[in-house]
């Protein structure tokens, strides 16, 4: 199993953003040196302190000149506010500044919110998005683009690789969109983990070659309380705004769905104030010792999960703390679950 980094560019307790974002910088140098696989970068908009990352271009440009190894994702390009010729255009550009180590994933977009700002409905979200990822897939693999019947080639063109990508999933349908597209399936931060594993094992009946990845809060210091102590209420409040927004779907699928029935004890936890406990019971965060994020982290690969995106604190950690759990998962936990740089190179042959 390969893990990466999730970036959010959180600015919690009306923090100043440049600070917040030379943390996540410094964070991003760190999981190279410390052999992380990858970066994910999400794009947000209109969300406040929780994500200040609207231009996730930008921020994946100024990684890729940063960092030697890590793949960069784009975690996730909301398809019905993109030009798909403007999404092939970045990754091809990206991909040359970093050297191949351009990655992507596409969704309908997370919150009405967010669409209502740019003037489109959440209502044929996913139609738009099939339509944005025919034509991107399209436009990569021809490396032109034609409109109005001219014919012009993509600058710089697209490597053929890149025609492969992740969609972001939250629900069954989605997985299963996500395999019969032949897509790999990229989940949380909106979904427990239970659930997710569940679905998870549907989409891989349905399509065995996909990968997969979860997003997961963690923290690590060789001290099990003192890493609760820095890390658990800033995850506590980064889940609480996730699950804001998701919280009314979940709860709809649990109670609506028989084959979610099992999962039904979760639903008061979901209305109740975030807690690191809790979290930890979703399966949505594990903060601890390195020992405790690999035992962890090895019961993700047994199920067969492809990768695991670190999601660690929630921009409220100092950076000497931050580093220094990066670096303890570098050399404690990652020797443990797979040996990323050579696993990576094998996914890119």
């Not at 890729?64 to 994702?73: I, V």
């Not at 309380?225 to 709809?252: C, T």
Request: with cysteine; net charge negative.
């Amino acid at each position: 199993m390969l893990v990466d980094l999730a970036l959010n560019f959180a600015t919690p307790h009306g923090r100043d953003p440049q600070p917040a974002f030379e943390d996540s910088f410094a964070l991003a140098r760190q999981a190279d040196k410390s052999d992380f696989a990858g970066v994910w970068v999400a794009e947000s908009h209109f969300q406040g302190d929780h994500s200040r990352a609207a231009s996730p271009e930008m921020l994946l440009a100024a990684l890729a000149r940063e960092t030697r190894s890590l793949q960069l994702g784009f975690g996730v390009f909301p398809m019905p506010i993109r030009d798909p010729l403007r999404v092939a255009e970045i990754l091809a550009t990206l991909d040359l500044l970093s050297n191949g180590r351009a990655m992507w994933c596409i969704g309908r977009g997370v919150t009405a919110t967010e669409l209502a700002g740019f003037g489109v409905p959440y209502e044929g979200g996913r139609a738009k998005m099939l339509e944005g990822l025919g034509e991107l897939r399209n436009i990569v693999m021809r490396g032109e683009i034609e409109r109005d019947g001219v014919r012009e080639p993509v600058n710089p063109p697209p490597n053929a690789r890149l025609v492969r990508g992740w969609m972001a999933c939250i629900s069954a349908p989605t997985f299963e969109l996500a395999a019969d597209l032949g897509m790999d399936a990229q989940c949380g931060p909106y979904e427990p983990w239970p659930i997710a594993a569940q679905n998870i094992a549907r989409y891989r009946e349905r399509y065995p070659q996909g990968q997969t990845a979860f997003t997961l809060g963690a923290f690590v210091h060789e001290d099990r309380a003192e890493a609760r102590r820095l890390a658990g209420p800033g995850l506590a409040w980064a889940f609480r705004r996730f699950l804001d927004g998701s919280g009314p779907v979940l709860k709809s699928l649990i109670e609506t769905n028989e084959a979610f029935a099992s999962f039904r004890w979760m639903v008061p936890l979901i209305d109740r104030p975030v807690s690191l406990p809790a979290l930890e019971a979703l399966g949505l965060a594990i903060v601890g010792t390195p020992d405790d994020l690999a035992r962890h982290l090895e019961k993700l690969a047994a199920s067969g999960l492809t990768r695991v995106s670190l999601m660690l604190g929630a921009g409220d950690v100092a950076r000497d703390a931050l580093l220094a759990s990066c670096e303890l998962i570098g050399a404690k936990v990652l020797p443990r679950i797979a040996e990323p740089r050579v696993v990576t190179e094998k996914l890119l042959a």
